[in-house]
Nanobody
Framework: VQLVESGGGLVQAGGSLRLSCVASGRTFSISTMAWFRQAPGKERVFVAA????????YYADSVKGRFTASRDNAKNTVYLQMNSLKPEDTAVYYC?????????????????WGQGTLVTVSS
């Protein structure tokens, strides 16, 4: 399975961006998908996750109410709509996929990773 993120860029505080992650390869094996982020000099941390059907989502407290995860299985794509962006949201955002159906928030729970897309929020 290969994951390719897009949609990152430079935005002013208070603005919005939508990230996309397209999966290819043995996509039928994928269940839960997630977004993580890694700020410069910091560890990679969980942002959001969504189950295969999209019926369940889970968010980090830091983004709850501002970010929304969704997916279109017909397009093998997962999205992260980011609103009311803050400078502290600046990071490389990674898409991840796991074979299991449960939502987990730790990096080792995910089997596949994208290369990341940079989001920079200016103040």
């Amino acid at each position: 399975v290969q994951l390719v993120e897009s949609g990152g860029g430079l935005v002013q505080a208070g603005g919005s961006l939508r990230l996309s992650c397209v999966a290819s390869g043995r996509t039928f094996s994928i269940s839960t998908m997630a977004w993580f982020r890694q700020a410069p000099g910091k560890e990679r941390v969980f942002v959001a996750a969504i189950t295969f059907t999209g019926s369940s989502t889970y968010y980090a407290d830091s983004v709850k109410g501002r970010f929304t995860a969704s997916r279109d299985n017909a397009k093998n794509t997962v999205y992260l709509q980011m609103n009311s962006l803050k400078p502290e949201d600046t990071a490389v955002y990674y898409c991840a996929a796991r074979l299991g159906s449960r939502i987990v928030s730790f990096t080792t729970g995910y089997d596949y990773w994208g290369q990341g897309t940079l989001v920079t929020v200016s103040s």
